[in-house]
């Protein structure tokens, strides 16, 4: 074990059980389409590797992430026979380490393209890609009046550059309301049908993200790119839940390492935002906003200790966060704090925490998995 992973009194734990559980009602939903792991951002704050090694146990051989070094890490990791697919677009300055790994970037452009085919040529090798399409995301890819026919056919053209596929991504999947989904299946359909009738072979189509996964079957073409829903949570509560049933992977815990009294009208924490209204039981844990315990959850924030809600008190600074005890009995020095997860039949979740704080599950996920160790259950008989 890592003996960083022993130096703090913080820790998130990881159900790999949780994980396996997610992947099969993934499975049950799609049916034979091949899986996509996302595994960006460090699989949400889970750990990429140790996550994208545990998926490639249960057969998953195609990983999705965003930047070139986090594809770096995978293929450090062993990934050699694996594809590893990153999302975002690339720079040409680095098209060396792209082509000497074999990743496969997204590609909007006959220029990137060629920058990837000359540098294949150099290594005697052939450079993929996957090309990107916008159909109403409004980041990346050729838009429905750019030629992209064109470009397409002269990326074919190249002597060492050849495409897998094509993606495209959805922006509200997730919404009660499907109109604006709808539309950008019409325009996703209408690309794969021109290119199919200008002789043009994308042998990967890949449209459905975790949203759509559950929400819209027609998004699934051949590749469902799974994020959110592998770690156990949905979008947003819109959402069929019952087409694809998950549990939580991420527990976050720390321990107490200081219980003081403080007297009636004494403060506690910057700004001095709470003042105990009479003689107050406070303990401490390391945990804080920079393990990404949001800040702005000190207000209304809770946590459970001992089977038992307690609420925080005063600000969560950068490294540490108090929390009120004095309504709980035979709390010590030492004792499990559960800031997000379950506990004695109590829970608080990370859509909880999210609600509160104005940002979304995903943010709350990676936040935790910045500076937090991680601590992984293994996957059981029973699970």
């Given at each position: 074990?890592?003996?960083?992973?022993?130096?703090?009194?913080?820790?998130?734990?990881?159900?790999?059980?949780?994980?396996?559980?997610?992947?099969?009602?993934?499975?049950?939903?799609?049916?034979?389409?091949?899986?996509?792991?996302?595994?960006?951002?460090?699989?949400?704050?889970?750990?990429?590797?140790?996550i994208a090694q545990f998926y490639r146990s249960k057969g998953i051989r195609m990983f999705a992430v965003a930047t070139l070094a986090e594809a770096v890490e995978l293929k450090e990791a062993g990934f050699d026979e694996e594809d590893i697919i990153i999302l975002g677009l690339q720079d040409e300055a680095n098209a060396d380490v792209i082509v000497e790994n074999g990743f496969i970037p997204a590609t909007d452009s006959f220029e990137f393209a060629e920058a990837l085919s000359k540098e294949a040529e150099k290594q005697g090798r052939v450079a993929k890609g996957i090309i990107a399409f916008d159909t109403g995301m409004g980041r990346i890819g050729f838009r429905p009046d750019d030629d992209y026919v064109a470009e397409i056919k002269k990326m074919d053209s190249l002597t060492a550059f050849e495409y897998i596929g094509m993606f495209s991504h959805m922006s509200n999947a997730d919404s009660a309301d499907k109109g604006y989904a709808e539309l950008q299946l019409g325009r996703y359909r209408d690309f794969v049908e021109t290119l199919d009738a200008a002789g043009i072979d994308m042998k990967i189509k890949s449209f459905a993200n975790s949203a759509s996964i559950v929400d819209i079957p027609e998004a699934y073409y051949t590749h469902v790119r799974p994020g959110i829903i592998l770690y156990g949570h949905y979008s947003m509560d819109e959402v069929n839940k019952k087409s694809v049933p998950l549990k939580n992977v991420m527990t976050?815990?720390?321990?107490?390492?200081?219980?003081?009294?403080?007297?009636?009208?004494?403060?506690?924490?910057?700004?001095?935002?709470?003042?105990?209204?009479?003689?107050?039981?406070?303990?401490?844990?390391?945990?804080?906003?920079?393990?990404?315990?949001?800040?702005?959850?000190?207000?209304?924030?809770?946590?459970?200790?001992?089977?038992?809600?307690?609420?925080?008190?005063?600000?969560?600074?950068?490294?540490?966060?108090?929390?009120?005890?004095?309504?709980?009995?035979?709390?010590?020095?030492?004792?499990?704090?559960?800031?997000?997860?379950?506990?004695?039949?109590?829970?608080?979740?990370?859509?909880?925490?999210?609600?509160?704080?104005?940002?979304?599950?995903?943010?709350?996920?990676?936040?935790?998995?910045?500076?937090?160790?991680?601590?992984?259950?293994?996957?059981?008989?029973?699970?």
């Open positions: 074990m890592d003996i960083r992973q022993t130096l703090r009194s913080s820790w998130v734990e990881i159900d790999l059980g949780a994980f396996a559980f997610n992947l099969e009602s993934i499975r049950k939903q799609v049916g034979d389409k091949e899986i996509v792991a996302v595994v960006k951002a460090d699989a949400y704050g889970s750990g990429a590797v140790r976050v815990k720390a321990k107490i390492v200081k219980i003081k009294e403080v007297d009636e009208g004494e403060c506690v924490g910057y700004g001095c935002r709470f003042k105990a209204e009479k003689k107050s039981l406070i303990a401490t844990c390391n945990v804080g906003y920079a393990d990404g315990f949001p800040r702005a959850w000190s207000k209304d924030g809770r946590v459970i200790i001992g089977g038992e809600y307690a609420p925080i008190a005063g600000n969560i600074c950068m490294d540490q966060f108090m929390v009120d005890v004095t309504e709980l009995d035979n709390v010590n020095v030492g004792d499990e704090v559960v800031l997000m997860g379950e506990s004695g039949g109590l829970e608080i979740t990370g859509e909880e925490i999210a609600s509160a704080t104005g940002t979304i599950i995903h943010e709350v996920l990676c936040g935790f998995g910045q500076r937090l160790p991680k601590v992984y259950i293994e996957e059981t008989k029973e699970q």
